[in-house]
């Protein structure tokens, strides 16, 4: 069955460092994707970046990269020169290119960034 | 292209009534997915509809259904609501169909409280 695994429940960051949110993954897929999403405390749920498991080069979105090790099954989110809008919920989440199964989602990781 | 747009945005219900929440994707998304989202449970799959048909189904009792219209608009039901079906219900679309695996954009929330 998949699985996706968010080690850190919360982080506490100062403005301006660079912070990395832990992803790991269990799939027998061959084809899958893998996301990030961002949940302020308005609820919505932002888009950030996907990284698909054939790209050899890890996806990068403007302050947003995915450090991607298939062999270690982590896909971790750096956030470069982090900012007080980084103050988010964020989610990593996986689904198959089949479509068979559904999408699913870590349990998440608050994110805090200080001033 | 407007986004992803969900009504009513709050709802207060009594238990044992039934509620309907809509879901319009973004123009041109064929896929409409729906989650439930608690502090408990995090994000939880509801059901996946593609062109009118449900594609994917979670883990939840029968008490909880969905429909699709052609125009791809969703509605999910709830009968006979209890305590812990308070919630924030996220709706998602994607273009649904092709190869690749495409991420899933989310609407902005219904935020539903049974008392």
């Known amino acids: 069955a998949q699985k996706i695994t968010q080690t850190q429940p919360g982080m506490f960051v100062q403005e301006k460092e660079a912070v990395t949110l832990d992803c790991t993954y269990d799939?027998?897929?061959?084809?899958?994707?893998l996301f990030w999403y961002k949940q302020p405390s308005s609820g919505e749920m932002i888009f950030l970046i996907y990284q698909g498991s054939y790209d050899e080069q890890n996806a990068t979105e403007g302050r947003y990269s995915l450090n991607f090790q298939k062999a270690r099954k982590s896909a971790n989110l750096v956030i470069s020169a982090s900012q007080l809008g980084d103050s988010a919920m964020y989610f990593c989440?996986?689904?198959?290119?089949?479509?068979?199964?559904?999408?699913?989602f870590g349990k998440g990781t608050r994110l805090h960034i200080l001033p | 292209k407007a986004g992803v747009t969900q009504t009513p945005r709050y709802l207060i219900k009594t238990r044992g009534q039934q509620v309907t929440l809509s879901c319009s994707p973004i123009?041109?998304?064929?896929?409409v997915s729906w989650y439930q989202q608690t502090p408990g449970q995090g994000l939880q799959f509801l059901f996946e509809y593609f062109s009118e048909t449900q594609r994917n189904k979670g883990n939840f009792p029968g008490r909880f259904s969905g429909r699709q219209f052609s125009n791809s608009r969703s509605e999910m039901n709830v009968s006979t609501l209890e305590l812990g079906d308070s919630a924030l219900y996220l709706c998602a679309s994607d273009t649904g169909g092709g190869l690749g695996i495409h991420e899933q954009y989310f609407g902005p929330g219904t935020r539903l409280t049974v008392t």
């Open positions: 123009s041109g998304h064929r896929s």
């Open positions: 989440a996986m689904r198959d290119e089949n479509r068979d199964d559904k999408i699913i």
């Open positions: 799939t027998s897929d061959q084809s899958y994707g």
